[in-house]
């Protein structure tokens, strides 16, 4: 679940808009999102995460908040150019990585509840 928030009053913010936190993380981690959201037209806003609770204090952490309707794509987008990036392709849908390991990718059976090479397990 998305956390969401009025923007005037924790990103000083001039708008009383509703916002949705996409994404917590790192300064690098943060542009790599504005400008993922950037390239499909998602204004967001940045700032320190501090505000946020105690949790986030001190820690170098940065918000990326976009308005909570376009939350959704967000994500997609987000999720689409990492998984671009990452070169991963939906495996849900390969047949291909139904027989082999994630981890090693040894042959495996459907009925194994673990890697006979490096005993991960799949249950």
């Known amino acids: 679940m998305l956390s969401v928030f009025v923007a005037k009053k924790i990103m000083n913010n001039e708008n009383e808009q509703k916002y949705a936190v996409v994404h917590i ?3 690098d981690d ?3 999102v ?3 959201l950037k390239s ?3 204004d967001a806003l940045l700032d320190v995460a501090d505000k946020f609770g105690k949790k986030y204090a001190n820690k170098g952490y940065y918000v990326v ?4 309707e376009q939350a959704e794509k967000a994500q997609i987008a987000i999720e689409t150019q990492l998984r671009k990036n990452l070169n991963i392709d939906e495996m849900a849908d390969s047949s291909d990585n139904l027989d082999k390991c994630l981890a090693c990718g040894t042959q495996i059976s459907e009925n194994d509840t ?3 090479d490096c005993g991960i397990s799949f249950a």
């Open 40 to 42: 499909v037209d998602i």
């Open 65 to 68: 908040a976009v308005a909570e």
């Open 30 to 32: 943060c542009k790599f």
């Open 114 to 116: 673990e890697c006979p």
């Open 25 to 27: 993380g790192g300064l």
């Open 34 to 36: 504005l400008e993922t």
